[in-house]
């Protein structure tokens, strides 16, 4: 079973969002094409969920701007701009994505105590999301991971595929995604590689 992971193509990602990728709109088209023809059995998205006291918001934090650096659940964390609000259109997935096709949508990043880069579970690693155990009980064996930010949600997202769901076959999808910073985009893609995740492009599936 081949599935595809869409990682938080929303509203507050894409330009005119409150925390904005780079071009983040420019996924939509090719992530639309590979919902219809790049040949998956299942397809899943994750959305950022949050809680509009998230403690990742640098809001939360007297005396702290946006992408200064925090302290959160003991860890250091980039202080973020209030994004994805639960309820609210920043929170949206983007309008032309076909959502419809979605067999799956994981919610994350609920919990106000930790943020959750990752699809499969929050960054301190103590809560899963149910999104692997999905996967599994489709049976997944193939899983195509894209969508924003390949430096941050992205490269979370798969690292945890591979260390959760240990016999499936992971690849990153390079233009079907976007990223923040274009040295941390470059560095991120070489982690994925060393971990055995394979990087394409959405050609190399749509012309399989």
Known sequence: MKALLLVDIQNGF???GNLPVPHGDEVVPV???LIEDGGYDVIVA???WHPE???SFASQHEGKKPFEMGELCGTPQVMWPDHCVQGTPDAEFH???NIDAVDYIQQKGENPAVDSYSAFRDNDQAAVTGLAGYLRAQQVTELDICGLATDYC???SALDAIEMLPNVKVRFIEDASRGIDPQAVR????EMQSRG???CNSSDILSD
């Open 14 to 16: 894409c330009p005119g």
């Open 95 to 97: 309008p032309d994505l």
């Open 46 to 48: 994750s959305q950022d």
């Open 154 to 156: 992205v490269k979370f």
């Open 187 to 190: 560095a991120a893609i070489e």
């Open 53 to 55: 006291n998230h403690g």
């Open 197 to 199: 995740i394979a990087i």
């Open 31 to 33: 992530a639309n094409r």
